[in-house]
């Protein structure tokens, strides 16, 4: 369960101040797919940062599993970013000099996965995007869809039970976009993991679960939650 | 993340960059080159002396000679004074009389004084060769000397003489094992003769017992014949009795009981107004130009390395921000600000190692290449005149990985204050 409570986030100072959150509030069961939708500059982005941790807003909590986040100390945060979170960026953020094994590898090594059990799990991850075979490949040898497959592989090989996929598709064609959605969504339906998609794609959001629509720092509208959590909304 | 893991991360970032880090590396490896160059070089030239030095004296034997005049007042006359004699460089130098050597036999933990007679003589010959100059010293069992022909052990007879290579082929001996057992002529003049008379000259007929060889370490064998210290005395007192300077000597050698006392003599001697010294005072001298000489090499070694800090900062700062998003990222997944600064401190201490590892491993390459080369030029023999200790090499590249970490600190603490969201936002 995420709690999401009063979150508000300005940038700038004084006169200056930009309100790009305002008292946003929601709950998400564990499990939900979500989608985040609104115009580039909403704010969506930013309320993502800030429930995963990235971002500090100045008011508000963020509470997953009972524990607010935002009152952690930063070593925590991290560590609890590497167990229990991934990302998948729009521009994939791969390293394309490095071996698909290499990019997979890199949340297992941050979160101190014993050597022994990294291999199989990297292979079970790259097997879950359907791309065993390039295992020893360069990254920048992939295609364009490949890459954001690696993403996914990389995104879920630690089994974080929270998936933030900012714009996955944005940067694909319809088609390699759907199988990347394919991929995002089984995951998440395996492991009863929460996937929280930010996007300005209509039907990419029509597949999620809930969806929440950010206008100017405000929430314009939620689908899909229950009443409770939206009563809190408004 | 594990420590282990961040390592062979930065391994491989480095190896993307293969030219950056080699050209940096290269910076690191020149002062490394240096360094290990002049370590080897004062190793091997300390070694060289302190062979030429064991070689040549003795630890139990101090050489004595008066304490050279300071001030430039005319003394007045004493009997002994009458003794001073023209130095080398035209000053006055003070002789040691025969009545200075009784005194100093008598400082306690004093076994013998030898003066140094160096009789001035003529020219040696064989029968049916020509005249060559000569030049005599006395021959002293403690001295190490490499034979071509023949060997002296223990003490030299009084008739025996100790031959040079050079002098053995000149004198006609094919080989030098020719040499032994034959008959050698010196000749030497009387110097108190009267005008009036002819002046008288001697022959003194020796035995050759061994042919000395040239050798890296022994200085005196290579020009001079050696003779047993009686036969020294025996053509000394010949040669200058009834002169004005017989019985007076430059140097005397001290002999004492024991190695540990030769320093306590030494003291005692100075206080009663000589010059003494021992073997480890030659030593100390020649070192002194040995380390003089190394202090300038390796302090244009550590220029060298203060150059390429500057290199790896200029780098690590260049590759930071060409890895902005890579750095983000690795935020992202949870990877704590440390561990990246970690990361970039690991890539600096792989620049280090580089660098040692090129710079020390060339240095000992074209040192091991080069060490017959420089032998045979310095006509040294088989005497390695650079020495490379395994140890200092690893004090090198491990001093030198520890420089890089510390050049790599600012950029690590960029990197590790970079803001990921920052970082991420590619638009």
């Keep these: 369960m995420i709690e999401i409570k009063g979150i508000t986030k300005t940038y700038g100072k004084k006169q200056n101040a930009f309100l790009a959150l305002d008292n946003i509030s929601f709950d ?6 979500i989608a985040i939708i609104g115009k580039s500059g909403s704010g969506k982005s930013t309320l993502m940062h800030a429930m995963s941790g990235l971002d500090r807003p100045e008011l508000g909590e963020v509470i997953i599993d009972g524990e607010n986040i935002l009152t952690l100390k930063q070593r925590k945060v991290d560590a609890f970013r590497a167990s229990k979170m991934s990302f998948i960026f729009q521009s994939f953020f791969i390293q394309p000099n490095e071996t698909c094994y290499d990019n997979v590898v890199l949340p297992l090594e941050i979160a101190e996965v014993p050597r022994a059990d990294r291999r199989a799990k990297v292979e079970a991850a790259l097997s879950a995007v359907e791309l065993t075979d390039k295992i020893r490949v360069k990254a920048a040898n992939l295609s364009g869809g490949q890459k954001q497959r690696l993403a996914v592989a990389r995104a879920i090989v630690n089994e974080p039970k929270i998936l933030f996929a900012d714009e996955p598709t944005g940067n694909l064609d ?5 199988v990347v959605e394919s991929f995002l969504f089984d995951y998440s339906k395996k492991r009863q993991a929460t996937l929280i998609v930010v996007t300005h794609d209509p039907d990419l959001a029509a597949k999620c679960d809930a969806q929440i629509e950010i206008v100017d720092g405000k929430i314009a509208s939620i689908k899909g939650l229950t009443q409770s959590t939206l009563g809190k909304a408004e | 993340m594990k420590i282990a893991d961040t390592i062979r991360r930065a391994g491989r970032s480095l190896r993307q960059a293969k030219a950056r880090t080699l050209l940096t590396s290269l910076a690191i490896g020149v002062g490394a080159f240096t360094i290990t160059l002049s370590l080897a070089g004062g190793q091997g030239g300390r070694d060289y002396t302190d062979a030429i030095v064991k070689a040549n004296t003795d630890v ?6 008066k304490k050279a005049q300071t001030s430039t007042a005319i003394q007045e006359y004493t009997t002994n004074a009458t003794s001073t004699t023209s130095g080398p460089f035209g000053g006055k130098v003070e002789t040691i009389s025969n009545a200075d050597i009784a005194d100093i036999e008598k400082i306690a933990g004093v076994e013998s004084v030898t003066p140094n007679y160096a009789p001035a003589v003529n020219y ?3 029968p049916g060769q020509k005249k060559y100059v000569a030049t005599l010293s006395t021959y002293s069992p403690s001295v190490t000397l490499d034979y071509a022909a023949g ?6 007879a009084d008739n025996e003489i100790v031959l040079t290579q050079d002098y053995a082929s000149t004198l006609g001996f094919a080989q030098p094992a020719d040499a032994i057992g034959k008959t050698v002529m010196i000749n030497a003049t009387k110097l108190s003769t009267s005008f009036a008379a002819m002046p008288s000259a ?3 007929t020796f035995t050759v017992k061994a042919v000395s060889s040239k050798s890296g370490l022994a200085f005196r064998s290579q020009s001079s014949m050696l003779i047993s210290s009686n036969e020294s005395k025996t053509i000394y007192t010949y040669v200058n009795e009834g002169t004005s300077v017989y019985g007076k000597f430059l140097l005397a050698s001290v002999r004492v009981s024991d190695a540990n006392k030769a320093g306590d003599v030494k003291t005692i001697l100075e206080g009663k107004g000589y010059d003494a010294q021992t073997a480890a ?7 002194t130009f040995i380390n003089v000489l190394l202090g300038i090499l390796l302090g244009f070694g550590f220029l060298a390395v203060l150059t390429s800090i500057f290199g790896i900062i200029n780098t690590q700062y260049i590759s930071v921000l060409e890895r902005t998003q890579q750095i983000g990222l690795m935020k992202a997944l949870g990877m704590s600000g440390r561990d990246v600064g970690r990361l970039f401190k690991y890539e600096a201490a792989w620049v280090g190692f580089l660098g040692g590892a090129i710079g020390s491993g060339s240095a000992f390459v074209i040192g091991t290449v080069a060490n017959p080369l420089i032998s045979k030029a310095l006509d040294i023999g088989d005497i390695s005149l650079l020495k490379f200790a395994p140890l200092q090499i690893a004090i090198v590249i491990i ?8 050049a790599g600190i600012l950029p690590a603490r960029k990197a590790s204050r970079l803001d990921p969201i920052e970082a991420l936002r590619t638009e």
């Design chain 1, 28 to 33: 998400i069961p564990d499990g939900t797919t």
């Design chain 1, 174 to 178: 319809s088609v390699t976009g759907e």
């Design chain 2, 60 to 65: 139990k034997e101090l050489s004595v000679a």
């Design chain 2, 124 to 126: 040696v010959t064989t």
């Design chain 2, 151 to 156: 060997s002296v052990n223990g003490a030299l």
């Design chain 2, 202 to 204: 001697q022959d003194f």
């Design chain 2, 281 to 287: 005072d030659v030593l100390g001298t020649i070192n």
């Design chain 2, 399 to 406: 001093g030198l990985i520890l420089i890089s970490v510390g």
